[in-house]
């Protein structure tokens, strides 16, 4: 169960200063009665305007509207679709009962674990990107918004052509005077799959709202619902380093986490840091909440998974890693694949690999004791 109770499905009260459409860091005062009861909608049009789907008669902007919105109609049709049929065969009874699932290192993607769990009441995310804000549109004149659709676009490349984003490159892109944080990128991917953005609430790491006044926004929780109606969902992400060193710091995060049992926890792309004897206390939290971890070969080691008493499902090909990271290479997968039989290849891009017949699944499921 998540560590507070989700709302109702109804439009929820806000925490932010909705007038200007902002979650600034260490933003603590609530709007009056008649701005929260009018801030879902309005939060929502910057969700859809920001995903392309409200075209600006500004010609210029019309048209970087047109290609985002063409960008999304390929990827829906070549990878999510694919995405979906996959899930249903190989993990059906975990997405249709999905509790909570947890998806660490996944900065603001929340567009694989929607592709692949829709169903879930709460996903957990967090990365190093800090939470940041929802840009003021009623504020902005012709030249900002075409400032802020640039940004956009150059934000979510390597999202829509390869499905993850850099890390050395969020740094950037979402961060810059016209761009913040990853409030932006999960607003957009929520509007363009069919979902209306409810609310937006700060808080702290451990989850809990506001944050004290002066410090910095650590933690967000998203509400939102399928567009015509449906359940109330939960996004919560949450800022900080995630290593030994990291959660020593910031304690809060494992209490948020510590009511929380996840149906599935989801990793890839992952830059191997589980791999990592730094990153410790992150991988003893995944095996203890993780009844079913669905990963690439950059979340937790494969030898580490078995003496963990999980029994591993191989989808795909391991070939190796990008060269990048190939200190990372793990000769018992390699070894594991080369013993199976026949190899069921992953029909969708999914991580690192630049070629389809290189891209590499593993389903882990815990052995009853």
Not at 137 to 153: G, S
Not at 208 to 231: L, W
Request: charged share 20%.
């Amino acid at each position: 169960m998540p560590p507070s109770p989700l709302p109702p499905r109804r439009r929820l009260p806000t925490l932010i200063a909705c007038a200007a459409l902002l979650l600034a860091d260490g933003a603590t005062a609530q709007a009056p009665a008649q701005t929260r009861a009018q801030a879902p909608t309005r939060i929502n049009e910057v969700a859809t305007w920001l995903a392309g789907m409200q075209l600006d008669p500004s010609p210029d902007l019309a048209r970087a509207q047109r290609d985002t919105d063409e960008a999304w109609v390929k990827m829906r049709k070549t990878r999510l679709a694919a995405m979906d049929a996959f899930a249903r065969q190989h993990f059906a009874a975990e997405r249709e009962h999905c509790g909570t699932l947890f998806y660490p290192f996944s900065g603001p993607d929340i567009l694989n674990a929607l592709s692949l769990f829709p169903a879930c009441r709460q996903y957990v995310l967090f990365g190093l990107e800090p939470v940041g804000e929802l840009p003021p549109l009623d504020q902005l004149d012709a030249q900002q918004k075409a400032a802020v659709l640039a940004d956009m676009h150059k934000a979510q490349q390597y999202i829509l052509r390869r499905n993850f984003f850099v890390t050395q490159y969020m740094s950037n892109d979402l961060n810059t005077p016209n761009l913040k944080g990853v409030l932006p990128i999960i607003a957009t991917t929520l509007a363009r799959m069919g979902y209306d953005v409810i609310d937006i609430v700060p808080g702290k790491l451990d989850g809990s709202a506001p944050p004290a006044p002066g410090t910095r926004t650590r933690s967000v929780r998203v509400h939102f619902a399928v567009h015509g109606g449906g359940p109330v969902q939960e996004i919560f992400y949450a800022s900080f380093d995630a290593s030994d060193a990291g959660l020593e710091r910031n304690g809060g995060f494992l209490q948020f986490m510590e009511p929380v049992q996840p149906a599935v926890t989801l990793m890839k792309a992952a830059s191997y840091l589980l791999h990592d004897k730094t990153f410790g206390r992150m991988r003893a939290l995944i095996a203890q909440k993780s009844p079913l971890i669905i990963q690439d070969d950059s979340g937790m080691p494969y030898g580490q998974l078995l003496a963990g008493g999980f029994s591993v499902e191989l989808y795909g090909s391991y070939v190796g890693t990008i060269p990048a990271f190939r200190y990372r290479f793990q000769k018992d997968l390699a070894a594991a694949y080369n013993a199976q039989a026949t190899h069921t290849a992953l029909p969708f891009a999914w991580s690192y690999a630049w070629k389809p017949s290189e891209e590499s699944m593993q389903v882990a499921r815990k052995k009853a004791s």
